[in-house]
């Protein structure tokens, strides 16, 4: 194995064991100096299959080259690098630790070429990014971090056993086309499903990167879903249900979204539904489709990262991010404002940013193959998204009404982190071609021209108006300190209270048990007093005569017997 | 601390109507810039004047009204987990 060779990725998970021997500014510079050389390391390798063992009978493919894995290889890199930066002023061991090794295994991931090594660093991103919420050392993130581990463990299970089938079915394990023909291409599909945060396999989602530390929801809204998305695209292309899912997915969490007080959650299911596109995308399946999808992929893991780095800041200045307690906040943190403005154009889709590119390749692969419901669903969540991460996000965190709160701005290396993702951002919308150089299929879309530019803003413009309107008249529903229920109600609240009634009716079972036991074992002693206690009839001394008589009576029976 | 004692133009009284009146101004240009481009539809709605302008207007209403009866169903105490 020369260096050529050697998986990118690793360099990060091994890199990350000696970060703890390092202190203050070496520390620094060398978790920086990390995703660096992974990224040059990236540059170098050529299409094709390197880095191969022998395990019993099947060879395991550590690092597979092809422009599908180099373009999520890419951006794992960037967003490693920019998170590192974020997180620069934090000094929990744990975290960083945690987040170099996590982005590392997801980098891996995209490169394995075989599906037990997919399944190796599928459990490793979940294993490793599980600390990234337990670094808020609570018993609630402890809580929420044990959730968020049986689910995300529970999913490599999935692949592994689906991987298994497919062994004996096939006798090979290259991770390339699966389709859901056969029972094992349905369990991996499940297992991606549930890291894709398909519609009803999604909660954990919600409810856990909103429960992360400032810094670790950064690292995880880049990764876990996005390899998701990876794996989807490598072994599901063109699978039609996909394009349902897909749709579904775009549409349901934006209606969470409007009336979710907590802005990261906002941002998780805005998430939720920005994955929905690619998985679009990827169920469509024509070179353009699939183009779309990992371009939106790539531009989405930098506006999402931007989005929670702008609201992780308010965190970290104000203390909480309940849009409830927020508003104002531009006069105390005018760089983060403008920062998270950035975020919520590119999410939007607005000319000159980054979605605006990636995301109309997927609507138009829609609209060309005829799928005009999807189409539909695609321009009302696109509408959607803008409402609740283009307006929602900014309004409530930095305008609204004051909240009175004067804090500090960022911490300079945040402004860094965020400044560097928006020249990202505003890069990819004014030069796309950069981009789509580096997409698995060659590009032949053209997204600036007249009909799409005035469309598009058509579509924010009006529903910004809406938003404005509402608003004004008093329509628009406030923010509220709430919890509203998703389907982590049903094993958050259904799942414990039914086996809690079920264990308390066995427990009265047991006690009704119990005392019929203890009746019927006190009839018997009660009896068993009556005939043998101190007064029974049968403890009474008998008289010699009274014997002898019984003697008689019984030696009298024996003749009878014995006559008869 | 910054933004103290500062003056800013979005509290003096009248500059959020202001803010309002020009997306209104900005939303009625862009419906008339509908006739301003050649249009490469790929279904016939897309052919109404200003489809794209109603289509995100009476969706985005329809989301945040839809949303505000969702409450109804789905909203609880913030500690609703907790006990």
Known sequence: MTIE???????????????????????????????????WQMLQLAPGEYETFELFDYTLVMLR????????GYIFTIASFLSVIYALHMKDTVQQVAGMAYAGAAICAVFAGDLISLFVFWELTAITSVFLIWA???????????RYLVIQVGSGVLLLSGALLIVSETGSITFGHIGIDSLGGKLILVSFGIKAAFPLLHNWLQDAYPEATVTGTVFLS???????????????????????????????PIFFAVIENDLRRVLAYSLNNQLGFMVVGIGIGTELALNGAASHAFAHILYKSLLFMSMGAVLFRTGTVNGSELGGLYKSMPWSTGFCIIGAASISGFPLFSGFVTKSMILTAAADEGHWITWTILLFASAGVFHHSGIKIPYFAFFAHDSGKRVKEAPINMLVAMGLTSFLCIFIGVYPDMLYAILPYPVNYV???????????????????????????GFYPPELRSTNLDTDWIYRRLIPRTVSSFVK???????ELRRWRTAALMYLLDRVFHYHGPRGVLARTWAISGAALWVMVLLGGYLLVYYL | MKGEGKKYWLDKPGSVDKVYWALCTLCAALFLADALYEKHPHYAVEEWFGFYALFGFVFSVGLVLAARELRRFLMRKEDYYDD
């Open chain 1, 505 to 511: 009716s066995l427990a009265e079972a047991r006690n």
């Open chain 1, 5 to 39: 060779q050697f998986s990118p990725g690793l360099i990060l998970v091994i890199g990350a064991l000696f970060v703890p021997l390092l202190n203050g500014y070496l520390r620094s510079a060398y978790m920086l100096l990390l995703p660096l050389l992974c990224g």
């Open chain 1, 447 to 473: 997204p600036y021209t007249a009909a799409h530019v005035i469309t598009m803003l058509q579509l924010l413009a009006f529903a910004a108006l809406a938003f404005a309107v509402l608003n004004r008249y």
């Open chain 1, 136 to 146: 808020v050392r609570t018993e609630r993130a402890f809580r929420t971090g044990m």
């Open chain 1, 65 to 72: 080259v092809d422009k599908l894995s180099l373009v999520f």
């Open chain 1, 222 to 252: 880049s990764f876990t879903t996005k390899l998701a998305i990876y794996a989807l695209a490598r072994g599901f292309p063109g699978t039609e249900m996909l394009i349902w899912v897909g749709a579904t997915m775009t549409a349901f």
